[in-house]
């Protein structure tokens, strides 16, 4: 009787096909340093097939502080840690009743988590002090820190059927004890992000400061208020940011979620400093998004026209992009305070023609600019309505793509004025349908 035949004498196309069919059966998708994945159990058919499933168990691992040595042993072949892309290390803080879900931690209880988040972090860089650069993935290596607490999941759903956070979870916010911590720098990271529980950016950036590789930051800022500790942090964070990150070529900043005690927006100041170092620390990107936590019309002020716009002080020019090719933005109008900006729909307009106008000035200092989308929300009585204009450039021409009003003339000349120096043909598409839609 014939021999059956060894897998490995399928043709590669096949076996891919077979590793993927049971990849998708399982859950491969990550290790979470827990009990052994059903994946894992598939590695012990052949070498062949071991390589293969921890190339996907390894993709993203999940790690806690009470699985730290088993992470370092698991991890400590070289051809394993050249598979893993994303370390998500899940922080747990404290347990809570119920009936604390909408109140804020106290001092102690704020003091505790402080405690917890200090030293679980100081573990994880030790561990991963065991790494070199040399180890990682040539994708590169991205450390996403998750710190909540088990009782942050409220009993409420939200719109999607996902589970609301508590009221705690909003409030109390997270940092860290720069005064005892101390991290050893580490060379293996190429990105950073940090979600659950809000990190005051001063203590983002003090892990910033020892991932001495970093390529990719997304970072949440503290809330556009008034409020003095929102005011000092976004101004710190501004201030910190080129010393602390001079290697970041991509940069994402986003706001906290919604206040449940809502604060005014401070005065308009597009020349303070916090505006001015943020316009000069993106000078040095590839890739720059921004949220509301960020006015657009205040950060493009230099390219704004009309009577109203103040005059720069003498040390400030306007930003010139050299190396930016994704430019995205976001604002909202009328939502929900400290964001709220316009009392009116039709100044909500005015300031949305303005943004969309600024911007196409401002492309012509972004030579190498290949994609930018700018997404503008009105919340009205009626409606929320959505204002976007997509930029394209590609194949030596220019796409404009405009969807929630009709274009005027000043906001075409300005998109266009930039196409034509850079030598590119201009093309542009209204999507709009709705014969109601207004021209900005």
């Known amino acids: 009787m014939a021999a059956v035949p060894s897998i490995n004498s399928l043709p590669y196309e096949v076996r891919q096909t077979i590793y993927s069919l049971v990849g998708q059966q399982t859950d491969s998708d990550r290790w979470h340093g827990g009990p052994v994945s059903t994946v894992a159990h598939y590695t012990t058919v052949s070498r062949e ?45 404290d347990k809570y009743d119920s ?16 405690e917890i988040l ?16 040399t180890d990682t993935s040539p994708l590169g290596l991205d450390l996403h820190l998750l710190v909540d607490s088990p009782s942050d999941s ?71 208020s008034s409020r003095k500790r929102d005011v000092q942090q976004r101004n710190n964070f501004a201030a910190g940011l080129e010393q602390c990150a001079g290697s970041v070529s991509v940069l994402s900043l986003r706001r906290p979620s919604p206040m449940i005690t809502p604060s005014t927006s401070p005065p308009r100041q597009p020349w303070s400093s916090f505006y001015d170092q943020i316009r000069v620390f993106s000078q040095q990107c590839e890739s720059f998004e921004f949220d509301d936590c ?7 002020h230099p390219f704004l026209v009309g009577h109203e716009v103040e005059e720069p002080p003498t040390n400030q020019e306007a930003p010139f992009w050299m190396r930016l090719k994704r430019l995205n933005v976001r604002n909202s109008y009328m939502m929900k305070e400290p964001y709220l900006r316009v009392t009116r729909r039709v100044e909500a307009l005015a300031y949305v023609l303005k943004v969309l106008t600024a911007i196409g000035r401002a492309s012509r200092r972004m030579p190498e600019l290949q994609f930018a989308r700018v997404c503008q929300y009105v919340l009205t009585e009626d409606q ?57």
Not at 294 to 300: C, G, H, L, T, V
């Open 49 to 93: 097939w071991q390589e293969e499933f921890e190339r996907l168990s390894f993709r993203e691992l999940r790690v806690t502080p009470k699985r730290l040595k088993c992470f370092a042993h698991v991890l400590e072949p070289p051809r394993r840690r050249a598979i893993v892309q994303t370390i998500c290390f899940h922080i747990s803080l």
């Open 118 to 133: 200090t030293t679980a972090l100081g573990n994880f860089f030790k561990a991963m002090t065991q790494w070199q650069k």
């Open 384 to 440: 929320l309505e959505w204002f976007v204009l997509t930029y394209e450039c590609h194949a030596g021409t220019a796409w404009l793509r405009v969807r929630g009003f009709v274009p005027g003339k000043a906001m075409i000349d300005a998109w266009k004025l930039s196409a034509a120096e850079k030598r590119l043909e201009f093309d542009i598409h209204v999507e709009t349908t709705d014969p109601t839609a207004p021209e900005l």
């Open 294 to 300: 960020i006015d657009a019309a205040q950060f493009f």
């Open 154 to 224: 409220s009993p409420l759903l939200g719109r999607n059927g996902t589970p609301l956070v508590t009221g705690r979870a909003l409030t109390s916010y997270l940092k860290l004890d720069l005064e005892t911590l101390s991290l050893p720098d580490l060379d293996v990271f190429s990105g950073f992000r940090c979600t659950g529980r809000h990190l005051q950016p001063t203590s983002f950036l003090a892990i910033v400061s020892k991932l001495r590789t970093l390529e990719y930051l997304d970072v949440e800022l503290n809330h556009d």
């Open 99 to 114: 009936l604390l879900n909408g109140e804020q931690e106290t001092s102690p209880e704020r003091r505790r988590s402080t």
